[in-house]
């Protein structure tokens, strides 16, 4: 009569993340069959009579024939491997030789174990809420340009990704490439979590970000979880969210932020880049979002932290008015942002002013309109969206010292001294400016320029549109 193989996962380490199962099935073994370090872990509860076979490290294929010889004698085979046997153990491997051997009569069971990626998750929090695969970094049996496909489709495809077989004492580059690769395509805070000897008594858990993680502090022991777009760290966990919350408070109530959100969220894995500084990000995401422009990562020109200056002068109460050259521009500014913060958004044009100083000096009537602004307003932020005459003519009263703007929001649109007006802003180098360079432009991109800044608070988790 013969026998039948077991194929059980006996988890990451410990004895208390051995399923029941598992333990009844080793109980019950004749032979037990697996790399002797982890014996250690079953010896407690196996039969005094039950035969330990190892063959050592890198001998899988021994261990698997050995096995089916015991089996083929009649006995009950258990073959363990840490963590779950399906997963880079000696499952595939024996059912691969079965088929070989023609070996149909043996039968041969899988019990699942405590992988160890799930026991890393467990400790870190919950990062692994999400769609999510694994990598192994061992090119042992998988040539390198496979696994870096691989690398980058997980990147590309906004994974949470967890590491295995990370470093060894040759492979020790492997993984500073994969970490070139993930920020490639994914934002320099993404979370990352790691454990080592995860469930045993060496056990050592951290957290970083994607651009801090460092190589060295890891080796072949441990496990690594890199989170998507979502994830997050707060209070000392490693957070993937599923969108179970998201349903229940802001989705039912605020399906258009829903939207935009996922728009973000889609606009942000598709940059070229991932290590935009936050606040030329987050003044790129809306820019593209608003126009479905991917030429504005080549063309949005924001000065250092300028959408955080800006920001920051709106919180501190001194940037408390808007000015703009047309009423477009002020008609895009959220209205709920702008009573939010208390700011004031203002359009001149048509005041009853405009009309007679653009006559009586011969300029145009959104040039009177700056003009009469800066009078009144000289340290507002100046958004231009439509005419270049509206801005270059800011430029000349600040050279004159009429006025001194807390930003210049510069987008205006056209063929006509366009591109001059926005060469003519970047000079004044104390002053935080937000420029589209070049031809391209226009109202909407100018007030959505202005929701940016408005907004920024919001931009380190991706959650835009709360005043829609």
């Given at each position: 009569m013969m026998g039948k193989i077991i194929v059980a996962g006996i988890g990451p380490g410990s004895p208390d993340d051995i399923t029941p199962a598992v333990l009844h099935a080793v109980s019950g073994a004749d032979v037990v069959v697996g790399y002797k370090y982890y014996f250690q872990f079953i010896s407690n509860f196996v039969r005094k009579d039950?035969?330990?076979?190892?063959?050592?490290?890198?001998?899988?294929r021994e261990r698997a024939e050995m096995a089916f010889s015991k089996a083929e004698e009649g006995k009950t085979v258990v073959v363990?491997?840490?963590?779950?046997?399906?997963i880079y153990g000696m499952a595939p491997l024996l059912y691969e030789m079965q088929r070989e051997r023609q070996a149909g009569s043996i039968a041969i069971e899988t019990l699942p174990g405590i992988s160890a990626f799930q026991k890393a998750a467990s400790l870190l929090g919950a990062p692994i809420g999400h769609d999510l695969c694994i990598i192994s970094l061992s090119d042992l049996m998988t040539p390198w340009e496979v696994i870096e496909r691989r690398i980058r489709a997980a990147a590309e495809g906004d994974f949470v990704t967890a590491v295995y077989n990370p470093k060894s004492h040759g492979r020790y580059w492997?993984?500073?490439?994969?970490?070139?690769?993930?920020?490639?395509?994914?934002s320099a805070t993404t979370p990352v979590g790691y454990v080592r000897q995860a469930g045993r008594d060496e056990q050592e858990v951290k957290t970083?970000?994607?651009?801090?993680?460092?190589?060295?502090d890891v080796d072949m022991f441990t496990v690594i979880i890199i989170g998507n777009s979502q994830s997050y760290l707060a209070d000392g966990h490693f957070i993937t969210p599923r969108g179970y919350y998201r349903e229940q408070t802001d989705g039912a109530e605020k399906p258009g932020?829903?939207?935009?959100?996922?728009?973000?969220?889609?606009i942000s894995s598709e940059l070229q880049r991932q290590d935009y500084p936050l606040g030329h990000k987050w003044a790129l995401l809306h820019a593209i979002h608003t126009t479905a422009d991917f030429d504005m990562e080549d063309i949005l020109y924001t000065d250092e932290h300028a959408v955080e200056t800006l920001y920051n002068k709106v919180k501190d109460g001194t940037l408390k008015t808007i000015v703009t050259d047309v009423t477009m521009v002020t008609s895009g500014i959220r209205k709920g942002a702008l009573q939010r913060l208390g700011i004031e958004a203002k359009c001149y044009l048509s005041d009853h002013r405009v009309a007679?100083?653009?006559?009586?000096?011969g300029i145009t009537r959104t040039?009177?309109?700056i003009r009469l602004a800066a009078e009144e307003h000289p340290d507002a932020l100046f958004a231009f969206g439509n005419a270049p005459t509206a801005l270059m003519e800011l430029c000349d009263l600040i050279r004159k010292g009429k006025a001194h703007p807390a930003g210049i929001i510069a987008a205006p649109v056209g063929f006509v001294h366009v591109c001059e007006s926005k060469h003519m802003v970047k000079p004044f180098k104390d002053i935080p400016k937000v420029i589209v360079e070049g031809r391209k432009g226009g109202s909407n991109l100018a007030a959505t320029l202005c929701n940016a800044i408005l907004t920024f608070d919001d931009a380190a988790q991706l959650k835009p549109g709360r005043d829609l």
């Open positions: 039950c035969e330990y076979i190892d063959t050592g490290m890198k001998r899988e363990i491997s840490s963590g779950d046997a399906g492997q993984l500073y490439r994969l970490q070139e690769l993930f920020l490639q395509r994914r970083t970000t994607l651009s801090d993680f460092d190589p060295e932020q829903q939207i935009m959100m996922q728009s973000f969220r889609t007679t100083m653009a006559e009586q000096h040039q009177a309109g």
